[in-house]
């Protein structure tokens, strides 16, 4: 009797838990995508020699948002304005999030050192200032298609279209009128932002008609600046990310991070190089512009970036020895659990009584969904009904093997099957720095790789807790009221004829 109230009690933190932790995800999900993070120590770029830019009088930065490589190098305007000047790979840092990149961009400091990492839809309070590029430059005029919120964070002089909830009335007609304009005016730096291919991308992915059409009308308007504006303009024409094949951006794969950015003008001599930091970017823009950047800002001179190209190690952050000792203790914790719950089954009872519904469900996501990372919209939906769909076949083998285990002990078979799955999941809440959440701290949980995986550990400990439940009760009603197992499944004893 008393295990049976022990085995109703377990039902019901079980039950609880499906709840908790799904709402759990649901927190952790808006505090990657609008929370920022305590401003950290930047990159460290490999040392080089060479030269900066010099100033000049004009400066114009195009930003053709979410064109890859390999959308670029379709776009023969840019293609044309790259082959009279350096074309450069450029590394923008991790996450792959267009404001955070902008505001890299714009002053020399990596996502990691302003700390804001994701900060999805709203405009940054307050923006850049005097140390930044656009507010030493008198007259600086930023022009964007849409998004404005990402413009207005950056510090211009002077920015469009304003910071209202909708777009002004005829926006999409006149805003190229307004940039060329802007880009054809005595301002020394002018910047356009050209948002329709990851607009197109979120919309409808790379393989659309969409996105072959944004990127012919990118490359258009791009001809027309390039033909309003002063003849002496130094150019910077680049990306900020490429998309995943169904659309999306936001994970450290250098797929999305590597794009191209290219520089011609007086001054700027032929050649090809890279991948460059974004903030080696920043230096070239700052020394055309006779601006200085913080003494802290990574960036390298424009020849000392392109003699010493960055890889993944310079650029990405690693994670926090602390954090993975932690991560690894708890782990190990899980795993001795496991061991201690599957050892006292004969034999190869003991590998069948393992948690193998964990794996199972990691794989049949990455098989029938694709590999989660921050790129993948399928973590940040709040009920994540995709992934869960295609992880259920782990859900089944869990019901199964808990099924079938939890006659030689309920409590033991439970542990087998959660233990290394529980620890794994706080190991990844860890890793990522969400651990605070749990008492509720504002903190943003985004590092590269564990923080694409932790809105999916989540939900499978969340459906798993569901699934335990059901079984849990379903034993406990065949104990009931049915017999202790069905003829023919009990060792030795010969099914009914
Ligand atoms: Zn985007």
Redesign the pocket.
Known sequence: MKRDAARAAIVGVLALAFYVVADFRREVIAAIVSNDAPPAAGPRLPAGTGAGLGPVPHVRVVLV??AGLDTAAAMPVWNELCARGLELRLDVGFPTV?LPIQLALWSGHAQQQTGVLFHSGKVVKPPLGAAAIPAQVPGSIAIAESHPYIVHSLGFAETRPPLDKKLPEGWAGRWVDEAAAAVAGPARLAFVHILKI?TA??KAGKASAAWRTATTDADAILARLVAAAPADSRWFVLSDHDHIAGGG?GGEARAIRIVRACIAGPGVRTGTGGPIHITDLSRAIADSLGATLPADSPGRSLEAAIAAPVDDDDVLPGLPGRRVVVAWALLLAGLAATLWAVWSRPGWQRLAAAPWWWPVAMLSLCLIEMVPSLSTPMIYKPKGLDMAQAFSPGLAVLAVTLMLTARAGWARALVAQLALPIAGTLAVLIACGGLPMVWGERVCPIVPLWSGWLPVVLLMASSAAAVAALVLLATAVLSAFGPSAPPGTRRNEPAAP
């Open positions: 948002d979410g267009s990851d991308g979120h951006h």
